[in-house]
């Protein structure tokens, strides 16, 4: 089992910056890979950002350059620098953990961008 519990959602300009966090609930390096995957209303829920158990990342073609998934194992938590935002990366942001065979979700957490 794992408890996601993310944070740092809101409203910015676009252009802006945001950094939101998932804090996991046992060590990061008990889990196969975290990541952030985001739905905008009326599409298809998309993976953003993942990186695994022994640092490999990977990033949407949308956000490559201006999105950086990082990690502290000190404290569980994974986070995603948001820079550059545009009003299309509206979306809810969910963080995601597999635990093989297993997929463990948070509860989301809302970014606007305003034009």
């Known amino acids: 089992q794992v408890q996601l519990v993310e944070s740092g959602g809101g409203l910015v300009q676009a252009g802006g910056s945001l950094r939101l966090s998932c804090a996991a609930s046992?060590?990061?390096?008990?889990?196969?890979?975290m990541g952030w995957f985001r739905q905008a209303p009326g599409k298809q829920r998309e993976l953003v950002a993942v990186?695994?158990?022994?640092?490999?990342?990977n990033y949407a073609d949308s956000v490559k350059g201006r999105f950086t998934i990082s990690r502290d194992s000190a404290e569980d938590t994974v986070y995603l620098q948001m820079d550059s935002l545009k009003p299309e990366d509206t979306a809810v942001y969910l963080c995601n953990a597999k635990v093989f065979p297993k997929d463990y979700w948070g509860q989301g957490t809302q970014v606007t961008v305003s034009s």
């Open positions: 046992r060590s990061i390096f008990t889990i196969n890979s």
């Open positions: 990186i695994s158990r022994s640092g490999d990342t």
